[in-house]
């Protein structure tokens, strides 16, 4: 199998932590200048909005120079620019850092941030905020956590090794610990497994579980109950989107605040700081592939509806 060259260095330097964008040129196609294309690919940045960039040499080569307006197309070629981006909500919780060393930091993410950027969530991120925080640009997600969701996240210090942390979590080395505040149902016979097979459809906001092999596995377990609600403990083996909260869903204990499950609340203008969903990674356990060290993290963060129920007159005993 021929191995793939990898792309040059971005001849831009991050904005507020975030990378330019890079697009390689495509085979292929007829477009007769590089111009041409980008405006037929990014039709979403708005009418007018390539071609001024192009006039104001905000788009730029390998070189760092800008590329002409009339730059012939050529397949194969890395162009890079910065999006301009809308404003963002802040979000109004810091970033924890949990461990930090040569090779990785641990975080402890708040909810409501996105780990990594995506779609209107780009400065306001957990990678975009440590890039600047802790003045380190080479920084990497090794993993995702849901925006909604709080908790310990793993990051890379060093671009050659962040492959070596990304096989933990794909060969299932990594142990997660989760914990979630759900209603408590006494028929419901825990712990168990929940084994069952997820789909997350493109442009659709909620996972569903359909028939067939099951892809998503996880263990869950009553740590607690008070009155009406639980604390529960949830063990994934795998990792598929919205898996916690499909599963726990699915045995009629949907986590609390979630927006999604088990019905799509219409979204409104902001986040509801007030109410995140109630789930939590609490622990993160793995063998550093790279020093060898045995590492195990626990979040310092604690779920409101458990550890201030006075703050949630709905939630009263």
């Known amino acids: 199998m021929r191995r793939r060259t990898p792309p040059p260095p971005a001849p831009l330097p991050q904005r507020d932590g975030v990378d330019p964008v890079r697009v390689r040129l495509p085979f292929g196609g007829a477009w007769a200048t590089v111009r041409e294309h980008l405006v037929e690919r990014l039709t979403g940045a708005g009418p007018g909005v390539i071609e001024a960039m192009f006039d104001a040499g905000l788009i730029v080569g390998a070189d760092g120079r800008a590329v002409p307006p009339d730059a012939p197309y050529e397949p194969g070629v890395f162009v890079w620019f910065h999006r301009e981006r809308a404003p963002e909500v802040p979000v109004p919780f810091p970033v924890e850092v949990v461990y930090r060393d040569a090779h990785i930091v641990v975080a402890d993410k708040p909810h409501f941030l996105a780990t990594t950027p995506r779609g209107a969530h780009v400065a306001e991120t957990a990678l975009a905020r440590l890039r600047r925080e802790l003045d380190l640009p080479t920084l990497s997600a090794a993993h995702r956590l849901d925006r909604l969701t709080a908790g310990l996240v793993l990051f890379t210090v060093r671009p050659e090794e962040r492959g070596a942390y990304q096989t933990l979590f794909r060969d299932r080395l990594v142990r997660k610990e989760y914990e979630a505040v759900a209603p408590y149902d006494p028929a419901l016979a825990l712990p168990r497994t929940v084994r069952s097979r997820i789909v997350k459809e493109r442009g659709v906001h909620a996972a569903r579980e359909v028939e067939g092999e099951p892809n998503a596995v996880t263990h869950v377990e009553l740590a607690e109950r008070r009155a009406d ?89």
Do not use: C, K, M
């Open 229 to 317: 609600l639980g604390r529960y403990r949830l063990v994934p083996e795998t990792g598929q989107t919205h898996q916690l909260r499909v599963h726990l869903n699915a045995l009629g204990i949907p986590i609390l605040d979630d927006p999604l499950y088990p019905e799509v609340t219409a979204p409104g203008p902001a986040d509801d700081f007030r109410h995140p969903l109630q789930l939590l990674a609490r622990r993160l356990e793995f063998t550093d592939p790279v020093t060898g060290t045995e590492h195990r993290f626990v979040s310092g963060r604690t779920l409101r509806a458990w550890s201030h129920p006075a703050e949630r007159p709905d939630l009263a005993e």
